[in-house]
């Protein structure tokens, strides 16, 4: 039998995972303390459903669950590929939010400020800081078309990151809508934007050229593929500048306030940057977006925006939302390059007995230290000093025996 | 769009998720006050170890994750149903768990004392406290082939239940191997037991009749149906008969011993009772099984037992095992029906603000009121005694005002 995880996944020894519930009790106790709920929705969801839920790439990336008995049967007489599933593990956290709001909301306060931790799948070619399963923590705001959503989201995220020791990070931050005004303004037709956007959001890695290229591949106006160009080749990138050649003037404010309020929550203890190129990968964001980077890390540790159409698919009546989630894993993968140490809870103690010990009684014992103490109780090795080196590399900080009353402290422990 | 979740699937409401989260975190407390420690592994498993896991009829309920690209097309062409998955979404969390040791022994203590909680799932007809995704609570102990191993995971998981605050209840516990051994002498070959075995387990569901003819169905030997159905017809189901009948002695005594070292760390707290009908389902079980049962609720609150034979499939080599796995969900569900309390935390206050408010004032206050309550920001509705209502409804206890130091107090609160 193999003994590997699959592809992509990964079994966390015990040191890892106390990292990985640490970081998760953190930052849920800030999302708690700000009056944030949390629920829980299921890993599957109706095939239809993802299919439409305008996830980008990500849509080719679902595992797909196989139909079972009679069902299967009749599929594999169709012979139609698409038949054979009729659901798949979620790619995001995002889409079970919006079916959950729309099936629960008469329940459900408004606005109706939400946290999900949970795993999600995407069945990426694995790579460093790429998995196939790995967890998110999202925060999300729904019913609330003001832009405090925004601020709120980026004040309690940035509390959380500053919570577990991160502080070296800009949260960058963009109105698509801002983008869009802008690439009406140089020709594109409004209803191809969001295809111009996705090549757009590139721009960082391969750069105005690449854009161009890609922009032409995907067939384009020459004419407003070289407006597009000529604007990057000048190289003024402002929140002013761009705005201005977006009709809508109300956005550049907006966006300008949300940058002004969370420059002065930050107090310097993190940055804000207004970013032109910044569109995020889903095709349902339709306001404002962020991204939070960290000079020591290449990549997005969060990420989030608006999307106010999403819950109306499910619902037939529009919902603002929008959400913000940490990337769990980048965030646990840079601490644990750091060496980071968790603030230390109660010493571990192992309790030694011998193979005669009346066992009641050493659990007994157990009990009583345990007040003091994590206690393991452990059976007594015939090379004691070999065992204290064991526990002692085990993270142990004392020994007790079953038999007398002795404490044994290891290393250099009290 | 649909908006309901998958058969057999839930989504969980805020107040459910906090009763959940309590849960799982006083069990996880009381299993690392014993030095358990916790590890994850992937939701989806090999499917070839999945068929081989020996996990009884969990194995039909499996859901197969449909293979992708190239290997899709050549399955599809190859028309075999088996061929379409090559991965599983895991029915337990013991198979992962023997995986994952023999992938990672090198790095883990012995005896290793491990906590799993996390999500499973079985494609089960859906009903009154069955889901085909739920929650499993497990802790086992690798590595120590004496029964202190099974002491001590009785004594962590009934101090888990009664902190939690459960104490009507019994462990059952038998051996299977008492039972085999007086199978074997009433005529039954040794390599069919584990079949006999699985009938014999639902005594108490289907009664000696049911039991007879399931097994007539198998086509069992008459002559050894018939001694069956005798013994059961004396009603004489004492550990000293039984065991009396199976060639072993050691392993009534050990049983005895492991009956008695709990009663006297319950110390009344619980019960634990010899069951000679108790099998469990799962076929991967060698020795010793035991479940919890609960007069206020039908069927098994926790279950778990010895599985010797598992860990060696995947590292060629035996290594001895025990599990106790909690019903989360059935707990939970009895806690709901009960309408069990959380102990309080800091009580929830929600801090109004009107539209022309500055928001980085608001929630520069919110952050200072955040050290003695849990604050929610929240726009100042017009109809402000409405309002009122409504917040205490969700469960606020005070009303705070961005623009002046007013605090209110709802309902009965202080």
Redesign the interface.
């Known amino acids: 039998?193999?003994?590997?995880?699959?592809k992509g996944?990964?079994?966390?020894?015990?040191a890892e995972?106390?990292l990985?519930?640490y970081v998760q009790g953190r930052i849920l106790e800030t999302y708690?303390?700000?009056?944030f709920?949390?629920?829980?929705?299921?890993?599957?969801?109706?095939m239809?459903?993802l299919d439409?839920s305008e996830g980008g790439d990500n849509l080719n990336l679902i595992?797909?669950?196989?139909k079972?008995g009679d069902k299967?049967a009749s599929a594999?007489t169709a012979?139609n590929?698409k038949d054979?599933?009729d659901?798949g593990?979620r790619y995001d956290l995002t889409l079970p939010l919006s079916?959950?709001y729309?099936?629960?909301r008469d329940?459900?306060?408004t606005?109706f400020?939400?946290i999900q931790t949970d795993?999600v799948?995407r069945?990426e070619r694995p790579q460093k800081g790429r998995m196939r399963?790995f967890v998110q923590c999202d925060i999300d705001i729904l019913g609330?078309a003001?832009c405090?959503a925004e601020?709120?989201l980026i004040?309690v995220t940035a509390r959380a990151l500053l919570g577990i020791g991160f502080n070296d990070f800009t949260v960058n931050i963009n109105d698509r809508r801002i983008l869009r005004g802008m690439l009406t303004n140089m020709g594109f037709a409004a209803d191809t934007l969001d295809s111009v956007c996705i090549t757009f959001d590139k721009l960082d890695k391969i750069g105005t050229e690449g854009v161009a290229k890609e922009l032409t591949e995907k067939q384009f106006p020459e004419s407003a593929i070289a407006a597009l160009t000529d604007f990057l080749a000048k190289g003024e990138f402002s929140l002013e500048t761009i705005s201005g050649l977006c009709e809508d003037k109300t956005l550049g404010e907006n966006l300008q306030k949300v940058i002004s309020?969370v420059e002065?929550?930050a107090n310097g203890a993190y940055k804000i940057a207004y970013c032109p190129s910044l569109v995020r990968g889903q095709g349902y964001y339709t306001g404002m977006v962020f991204e939070v980077t960290c000079a020591s890390f290449s990549g997005a540790v969060a990420g989030g925006g608006r999307y106010d159409n999403m819950i109306g698919?499910?619902?037939g009546q529009q919902v603002p939302a929008v959400g913000f989630s940490i990337g769990f894993e980048r965030i646990c993968g840079i601490l644990m390059e750091q060496n980071f140490q968790i603030p230390a809870d109660?010493k571990?103690l192992?309790l030694l007995y011998l193979p005669e010990a009346d066992?009641?009684q050493v659990?007994?014992k157990?009990a009583l230290l345990?007040s003091s103490y994590?206690?393991?109780?452990?059976?007594q090795a015939k090379k004691l000093g070999k065992q204290f080196g064991?526990l002692e590399n085990?993270g142990f900080a004392a020994i007790a025996f079953a038999d007398n009353d002795e404490i044994k402290w290891l290393g250099a422990a009290e």
């Open positions: 039998m193999k003994i590997n995880p699959l996944m990964k079994d966390y020894l015990p995972q106390k990985r519930d708690r303390a700000s009056g709920e949390r629920i829980s929705t299921p890993m599957l969801e109706d239809e459903n439409k595992f797909k669950v196989l079972r299967l594999l012979g590929e054979l599933s659901m593990l079916r959950y729309a099936a629960n329940k459900l306060p606005p400020k939400v795993r799948f069945a399963e609330d003001s405090n601020i709120e004040d309020t002065s929550l698919k499910f619902l109660k571990k192992a066992f009641a659990l007994q157990a345990r994590t206690v393991s109780v452990l059976p064991t085990q």
